[in-house]
């Protein structure tokens, strides 16, 4: 199946309220939400969508801080911060549609994402890349493809310098 990562516009308002993923949480901030944080410039939603123009999946990627202390003492010594506060960019949410669910879309889909990441580094400062795995069923997942989970938290992260070697090997 023939697939497309494209970023969210009027155009898919449809097909957004026939999305349907595992979590109602999940498609009501899709439905409703999306668009919203998009026109405030706090995330971009990012659709994976096939020929028929169905949406597959989504995530939508942003920018926060976090302070220092809440990651590991070595990886906060290869960051570095004078000031407490790593800037890193956010996978905010990230789903799969039920119906293409075990299919490899969701790997699809979160490389699509670590590539718009990798990308966006060449116009602004970030340490890591960090996605929320809510319910803990994904974090097998995200670790498989490089992320590693936070103690105590519901959060993994990728360095920087890991992504770059994914995404721009000559960088």
Do not use: W
Not at 73 to 99: C, D, T, W, Y
Not at 137 to 144: C, E, L, N, S
């Amino acid at each position: 199946m023939e697939a497309q990562v494209v970023v969210l516009t009027e155009s898919y308002r449809s097909a957004i309220m026939r999305f349907a993923c595992s979590d109602a949480l999940i498609d009501l901030y899709l439905q409703h939400y999306a668009f919203k944080d998009q026109e405030a410039l706090r995330s971009i939603c990012y659709l994976l969508v096939n020929q028929e123009k169905d949406i597959i999946g989504f995530f939508t990627l942003g920018t926060s801080t976090l302070k220092a202390t809440q990651i590991p003492f070595n990886v906060r010594e290869m960051i570095k911060s004078p000031n407490g506060l790593l800037p890193i960019l956010m996978i905010h949410r990230f789903a799969v549609g039920v119906q293409y669910q075990g299919k490899g879309f969701g790997r699809h889909l979160l490389n699509a994402a670590l590539k718009q990441a990798a990308m966006a580094t060449h116009l602004i400062g970030a340490s890591a890349v960090f996605i929320n795995q809510i319910d803990g069923t994904g974090a097998a997942f995200y670790q498989k493809l490089g992320f590693t989970p936070l103690p105590n938290q519901q959060k993994l992260y990728m360095p920087i310098k890991q992504l770059h070697a994914m995404f721009l090997p000559f960088h």
